[in-house]
């Protein structure tokens, strides 16, 4: 190095301090140690450790991770540490970011769960709240109509049918109607109606008696289903304008209110029929009696002295038919009495004054 370079470096170069004046100032001989301390500088052996001069101990035995002396290596090496460092400082906090957000999202997932529930509950808890006030409040029973009834008031049907006012009317149970209406033996139960959103409506009809017999010393009147609907023990009465029934051939039900039950199906089957034929005829109160005694000769005497031969049980409604009509013809030749034979309806026979 030239003078004037000196003189350039002794320029740009900080005042020495008192330890290093007078001292060597040359490239370092690589035969002496760095580390001893100049002996003009007591200053900065006071600043240095025992385990800097003596070179013992834990930090002289770790293996250099960061600066080397020397060079690139050293550079590198810090580079890489530094590196690895910041990739994990980056992952950590990455990783912690992930942490928050997942906690972050189950804390709010946690409520959205606990919000949809308590949302259904609610929704439960307000449908059942409104279907008790419609149940128990709004559609109740508020008026009773009754249809049907000429003798029987509409206060005893409603009375046995159970209803109440107040009841709701979606509780009404129709078995247990009609089971108390027929506990009247005159009462017939058609159907029930209900009209939102508090009227009901009771179909009945009266069972109308059409025939009376004797049975056991004890008098029945009956209806053309054989419901029993009057007894008693005494035989002087006659009812006038029923039917008088023999040759029937009981079994039981022989009970007011209930069903008279035959020992044959085929007498019940007889008697349901002729029955309904005769209503629909409107002949009815024209019949004295019936014997059905003989299936195959069912006999019917009229109240002005005719008596009609039917044959047996089949086609009733044209025999009954062709009854009437040959009595009218009969009546209009004033021809009483006597036997009209429609056991063939289309060829009616009259034997005037004979017994069969």
Partial sequence: MDQQGRNNQTESQEPLRDWQRETWMAPFPMHENPFDEPEDAPELRELRSEELNNRSGEFWEKQPTGYVFGGTAGQEAVGKQKGAQTESVKNVSRTGRQRSNMAAGNQKAEPSRKGRLFSVLLAAAAATALFLVLYYLVFTVRQVDVTGNRQVSAEEIIRRSGIRRGTPIFSLNREEIERGIEQNPN???RYMEKELPGTVTLAVQEREACCWMVWNGILYTMDKQRMVLYETEDLTVRPAELVQVDGLKVRSGA???????????????????????????????MMESADLSNLNSLLLTTRDGYTVSLGTSQ????????????REELIRRKEYGGVINVSLPETPIYSPGSDL
């Fill in 315 to 326: 086609d009733i409604h044209a025999k009954l038919r062709s009854m009437l009509l040959t």
């Fill in 255 to 285: 009970r007011v209110g209930q069903r008279l039950v035959l020992e044959s199906r085929e007498q019940e089957s007889v008697f349901t029929n002729l029955f309904l034929e005769m209503k629909v005829l409107s002949c009815t109160a």
């Fill in 187 to 189: 009462l017939k139960f």
